[in-house]
T-cell receptor, first 113, second 114 residues
């Protein structure tokens, strides 16, 4: 069983560009979480999604950030008009319907120039 | 509000020595507790978890943790550290409500001396 997949692993953007981060959960997992790890900090919750639904986006910045988890395909975290402060590692985690353990992907490291 | 505190930012131990990493949490109900390990440039790997039952939990790689409700602690231990254990360790509490989002501590960076 393949683990959680994230791509790209590294992403470089210039200020003002858009960043799209993809997450494919483990097979059979329908819950997806996104976390952000700023340099020298722990992980902070951003958003929790189930298929076609955003359940909790209390950790998402109010502007420029959005997330989706369509019926088919990976979950997408989208950052519009990136700024240098968006430089961070973005981790996706997935869990099965009835369990509480989250399994993490390798992360996408975003660098904004 | 829920929170997790890892008081030690950096710890250095000698290979073969014992290890204890501290974790304290603040949570109103019975918490779900986790320890994850992160190697440089990598994702997080689950070491162990506590949901209920026996308060001494065994994990992978020879790690164990003990849940102490009276102290609001969930310290991670290993009797004999290996050089490959050098990494960053994160304690997390799960929101056992509807979302089960994880709240992480700031991490403890472990260095292992030969």
């Amino acid at each position: 069983n393949a683990g959680v997949m994230q791509n790209p692993r590294h992403l470089v953007r210039r200020r003002g560009q858009e960043a799209r981060l993809r997450c494919s959960p483990m097979k059979g997992h329908s819950h997806v979480y996104w976390y952000r790890q700023l340099p020298e900090e722990g992980l902070k919750f951003m958003v929790y999604l189930q298929k076609e639904n955003i359940i909790d986006e209390s950790g998402m910045p109010k502007e420029r950030f959005s997330a989706e988890f369509p019926k088919e395909g990976p979950s997408i975290l989208r950052i519009q008009q990136v700024v240098r402060g968006d430089s961070a590692a973005y981790f996706c985690a997935s869990s099965p319907l009835s369990e509480e353990t989250q399994y993490f992907g390798p992360g996408t490291r975003l660098l904004v120039l | 509000a829920q929170s997790v505190t890892q008081p030690d930012i950096h710890i250095t131990v000698s290979e073969g020595a014992s290890l204890e990493l501290r974790c304290n949490y603040s949570y109103g109900a019975t918490p779900y507790l986790f320890w994850y390990v992160q190697s440089p440039g990598q994702g997080l790997q689950l070491l162990l978890k506590y949901f209920s039952g026996d308060t001494l939990v065994q994990g992978i790689k020879g790690f164990e943790a003990e849940f102490k409700r009276s102290q609001s602690s969930f310290n991670l231990r290993k009797p004999s550290v290996h050089w490959s254990d050098a990494a960053e360790y994160f304690c997390a509490v799960g929101d056992s409500g509807a979302t089960n989002k994880l709240i992480f501590g700031t991490g403890t960076l472990l260095a292992v001396q030969p």
